[in-house]
């Protein structure tokens, strides 16, 4: 015991001086002042959490260091307003989507059927070029014709700032409904597929032969099936399950949105990692360079279809209710009122962000915990952190694992996204704010800590929020009248120094582990 | 590489390049129809627009060699370089500007910011390694872009909308001196590609490649590493610092995106492009870089960053070694090649 605490006296003592300049900090503000801070410090705390839980997975498992993450974040909220403003939009894209990834997870029947075409590598090669080149400009091509309602950019009255306001006022107009005018709907839909099969085949052509065991499984050929089942039985509902989402309650489209994102998400990590990451597991720095160019793409993508003025999310009505007894004072007025605020401690907080997203960051944490402590998954998961090799040498399918959880990371950091946003609203430069705190946080905490990501999040929270209030009351500077008041824009330079200072004093962080 | 070559046979490639680049002014003049005095008077109309372009390529070269001496030849991955730039920048246009002082000065103040700013990096130097000290130079520099950003300096540094008016001395000018800006940036962009050559070559210049291949090893053969780190990042910072000078020169308004993490990435991606550790990379880098993007721009118009973020991937995807580094791979290859052609043209085996 004396050793433990001896090896890491330095760590204690650190956060011991944080501890009591944030005690010293609430010392200075009135009551309800400090209640807020300090919520607001855990709201900010969890959704940091997330983005940087699912950073500090991937970096301790793969060694990647993923600069996308702050973009993941992003379109998570992106994708989530779509599904809760726009229903309509989410239900067109889902047919196309669903039939493309039907078409391309089909690749045990492509690989099956590659294994019969013998021909020279050469020949090969460029059959299996021509056919993805093909497949992929048909697929471009029918996709460009395929209907989907949607925002118009250009015109303020369709944009996305006047849904978002409609939204909010309660005004669901169901906007007039896409139909095929330039191709047949039997065309767009099969052809979708088809096309995709075809960029499919020829990806499979280009994988060497490494497949001559490959017996025909009937279980590989289940998930395409559901997906192209599905994908037909949406284009034909397609108006009646708009019509659906459009009268459900906002709470339930709201968990539609937040899945729908966190899907999204999974899908993308899953997406990067067997694509591009994977070619480059030999070349570590250029896996960094590579996702801070997806990061930038990412950005450059959701500015030109969702537009770069900011708008926001509209909170679902479980969170908005003002009448009667609002704010509450007790639990059963609010859950009777539903309402948006409630007093606390002599402090008016808001329930959604101040309440909800602490809650919501506790539960991942909890879950996100056991997963990594009682599962055996969780148990590959830490043993791959501590030595890669040994578990690899163990028989376990590594690779598997590793898709897995950058999946998982991205789609933490897709959630964290659309927890925040109904709060924070949507900017195309979400994500980089978000990453630069998540970064600071993981390397206050330890890098590949997880454990250490939850408590540099919750840092960075509260001292951002401290720094935020001590902002509007102005700080006494010792020996002098004046009043130094931070103002909001460095905030972010307070988190920074400790950062450094941190990192002066621990290299390896709060929590990481010592070399 | 034979050590008791001459100057002139050493820098053979580059100081055709300068010649080339001098004398590409007038040709293009020649081409539009304009006598040799009229450039010289800045008066041509399209050679005046290219050496615009010309020197915004001189400078981001500038920035990039000063990046590749630190990623590619010593191996410190900074994403705070954009710094180094922005406060050299941000100094001449509140020294200009505000301070009001003789150009000399002003000079002076970038030079000793610079090396004040490599020694405070170099305070984390010996700390922090690897991954740890990206980071730390990521907060740095961010730390720098939201004082920039935020409205308490409005008055010096005009907060997002960026510094504005900054009163450049006449014989720099560059809308009325654009050739003599033109040659000036383009002599400032030899003397350093020169310089460098001659550093990387050096036993200091060894000790860093020998850092970036294997640091325990060096530290083994009796190097003080953090020295040569020092070293390297103190001629990094002095010349980023001469770029971002010209920049604010150049550029009407100093904008506050220099500072951000964005203008280190495109450090990075000119080096990747023209491949890294290899010098002339950032040159040929900014050049490939620069075009490519003037022309999607032209053509393309707003989705132009999406392409350019495209090639980025693919780069790193297939052409790790950038085109120089492509190239030296390819020479024997290339070289073979050649002779094979001669031989079927000549008949001759």
Redesign the interface.
Known sequence: MKTTIQKNSKSIIVLIVIAAFLFVAARGMSGKDVVITILRGFSVGSVTFLVAAGFSLIFGLLDV?NLAQGTSYMIGAYVGWTVYVRPDTFVDVLTPLLLILAGFSLSALWKRLASFVHLETKPKKIVAWLLIVVGLVLLGLLLARYPISSWDLNNYAESPISYSYMADQGLRIIPPEATFTEISPELAILGIFATSSLAAFGIALLNREDNQQNNADWRKYVAPAILFIFGILVALFNTQITNWMFTLSTNWLFLIAVAASILSGIGLGALMETT?IR??YS?P??Q???T???G??GV??VQ?VWGRPEFVWPKPELFTGTGGACPATNLTDLIENQCSTIMLLGGRVRVYDEIFIPIVGIIVLILVWTLLKRSRIGMIIRAGVQDRQMVEALGINVRRVFTLVFALGVGLAAFGGALAAPSAGLTSTMG?KLL?SA??AL?IGG?TSFPGAALGSLLVGLIQQFMIKYGQIGIPLPFTDTVFKP?P??V??ST??L??II??IL??GLLGKKE | MTTNSNFLTRNRGILIFLAVMLIAPFLVGLMEGSSPATILNNAGSFSRFLEGLAIEIFIWAIFALSFDLLFGITGLLSFGHAMFFAVAAYLTGIALKTLQLPFWQVVLLVLLAAVLQALLFSLVLPRVKGITFTLVSLGFASVFHIIVMSSDMINLTGADVGLQGVPVPAFLNPTNERFRFYVIALVLLVATYIFYRRFVASPTGRVCVAIRENEGRAKMLGYNTTTFKIIAMIISSITASIAGMLHALYQPIISPSVADLGFTVTALLIVLIGGVGSLNGAIVGAFALRLVDFVLRRFVGGSASIITGAIYVVFVLFVPYGIIGTLRLRKLNTKAGWKEVLARITGKP
């Open positions: 260091l591009l070619p480059l070349r720095i250029y960094l360079m590579l801070l160019g997806l930038t793409i450059q993508i030109a980089e630069l970064l600071i390397a890098l103002s824009a460095l972010p330079a920074v120094l950062m450094v990192l002066l290299p390896n």
